[in-house]
């Protein structure tokens, strides 16, 4: 059975964090952090059961996207005047397909303990699945170092010219539980991506001074201009992109990537599933940096390229680092 080749791996460091990666979606489980207290806060949104991963309909918790996190227009795109249909829902392609990445199992490829642990996952997608050309051979690094930093390393090769966008999808709550309306949030963000009523890019980028994406301090996340995220931020040049913050815990998240934007998504209600330790969570009750490319690029010319050839290499690699504030 399927609940049988599942397998979790635990990553501690020095510090007393620790880090869970299960096989099924290449997902983030569980990653517990010290706060002001030293008590240990389970900063994701977890389900109960690790059944519970592969058998509800969960929001991608924790989750690896491919081939292509966000949405992709149009049910196809085009490469070489090729058209290569796309499985689309009301003319939406979002998260690689009817099943993506986050819906397989992957192989763990490799685990280091002692000293800056890693774990290892690989997965290899065959030439049009859901569509997409080429035989892509992808791999994800989850990696917890003696600094706090959970490094998130995503590769990936083709043998044929195909649109690529890895990311992960934690939910982050600082609290551990309630809501994230309450924490504070910066993004070294100057623009965000216009967008229809169904989230596809128009081929915009906005300007986000003085509106409700302009965070270019630490804010309360709940201010008055705030209706809730579900956004592409294109991030600034700068190392550090964003920081989360709580006052309750006191702890402190710092988010750096290669990547050209952050999707920043903060659903107003999380499904009623079964969470880890009963937990439970109300408006607003997490918030996702999904460091990626910008969605829709496959059919968008101007916008950063997203299409690996043979003999290149894709790499995302993003840092999400944990200190008190």
Known sequence: SMYKKIKIITLVNSKG????ILNFGATLVSLKVPDKNNNLVNVVV???????????VHPCLGSSIGRYA???????FIIAEKEYPIYHEKGVHLHGGKEGFDRKFWNVEEIAKGENPKVVLSIKSNHLEEGYPGNLQAKVIYQLTENNEVNITYTATTDAETPVNLTNHAYYNLDGEGTIFNHNLMVNSSSHLEVSDQLLPSGRLISSKNTRFDRPKLSK???????????TFVLDKKVLKAVLTSPKTGIKMEVFTNQPASVIYTPIELPKLPFKNNVEYSKYAAICFETQNFP????????PNSMLKPKEEYLNKSIFKFSLI
């Open 221 to 231: 996340i709940g201010r008055s201009d705030f209706i809730g995220y579900d956004d």
């Open 296 to 303: 829709d690029a496959p059919n968008k010319q101007h916008f």
């Open 46 to 56: 977890s389900l109960k059961n690790l059944e519970d991963y592969l058998r509800d």
């Open 17 to 20: 964090m620790e880090l869970q």
């Open 70 to 76: 966000g949405r992709i227009s149009n049910g196809h």
